[in-house]
């Protein structure tokens, strides 16, 4: 979150403002999370509130599932506030779509043993084929776009679609969030019964058909590659189609800045094992630091209308 906060404020506080046309917005997992700051009346203080709460959370050694799933849900009763959720659903322009994974079988499971062996049987046949994720897990979109969405489509893998509404949209973003193993699986009211979990599994990056179309799709991103689903990770003959990003803008971190951050890399959830509470909210804050003069950069270059010459083919 904190590698591309200087980005989103340079968007959510500037870029976007005046909006008058919908724009469908999509995430998973924590990107979700931050889209939901976009979609409320007053974007730069729902995104202070988030990152203020994301990186002053902490737990003792091998927390629980369910205690990291309740600091969760308190982090996202913060970003949405009192008025959150009615904002999102009534928003002028912003279409939220919240991506979650309804789990099959055994990954469906809360005890970790057979948690575990239902994502390993997942992994094993993702490696013959990306499809065959369907026998584990089914893509369920949230949304506030109605009849609208331009996702409605997707034929990749078998996709459910469902309204967002004042009942299931912190479920389904705390879903949406809900790393297997380490966040508890999450039962959303009013949707198909089940056990769901961190969108990511299917869409672990957005290397979606983002189909014909006026204008550009405005991917900010980690990273200059796109890994389809998490459990393609390790296999770099998926990642980025090109056919799906024809008219993609993917703005991503320089590998120049990736290194200059604090263990050269961007801030992950790893840090919470590897480094102390002091170590990383340090980190993290100086990687927030750096992010903002990112943000700063990318506003001069729109600003002066140099954008273009920055640009690379994917």
């Not at 079988?105 to 239902?118: C, N």
Request: net charge positive; glycine share 10%.
């Amino acid at each position: 979150m904190a590698g591309l906060a200087g980005l989103d404020r340079v968007l959510f506080g500037g870029f976007f403002q005046g909006r008058t046309r919908p724009l469908h917005l999509i995430g998973s997992s924590i990107g979700s999370w931050r889209l939901s700051c976009l979609a409320q009346a007053d974007p730069m203080a729902a995104l202070e509130r988030f990152e203020t709460a994301y990186i002053e959370q902490r737990y003792p050694p091998k927390p629980p599932p369910s205690l990291v799933s309740t600091t969760s849900e308190r982090i996202l009763d913060t970003v949405l506030g009192k008025q959150g959720v009615d904002q999102i659903l009534g928003h002028p322009w912003a279409r939220l779509h919240v991506m979650t994974a309804l789990c099959r079988g055994l990954s469906a499971v809360e005890h970790p043993r057979l948690q575990m062996l239902g994502l390993g049987l997942a992994a094993m046949t993702n490696l013959v084929s990306r499809r065959t994720l369907g026998l584990h897990l089914e893509r369920v979109i949230f949304h506030s776009a109605g009849d609208t969405s331009p996702f409605a489509g997707l034929k990749d893998l078998p996709s459910v679609h469902a309204p967002l509404t004042r009942e299931n949209l912190r479920p389904a973003l705390l879903a949406s969030g809900s790393i297997p193993m380490v966040l508890s699986g999450v039962r959303i009211p009013g949707a198909k019964p089940g056990v769901y979990r961190d969108g990511g599994l299917i869409d672990y990056h957005l290397d979606l058909d983002f189909g014909p179309g006026e204008g550009l799709v405005l991917y900010p991103h980690f990273y200059p590659y796109v890994v389809p689903g998490w459990f393609d990770k390790a296999l770099r003959w998926r990642w980025t189609r090109p056919l799906n990003f024809r008219r993609a803008l993917i703005i991503a971190p320089s590998p120049q800045f990736i290194a200059r951050l604090p263990g050269g890399k961007i801030p992950d959830r790893d840090d919470f094992y590897r480094l102390s509470d002091d170590e990383r909210l340090r980190a993290w804050r100086q990687v927030l630091s750096e992010s903002r003069r990112l943000g700063d950069e990318l506003w001069e270059l729109l600003s002066t209308g140099r954008l273009a010459e920055h640009l690379r083919p994917l």
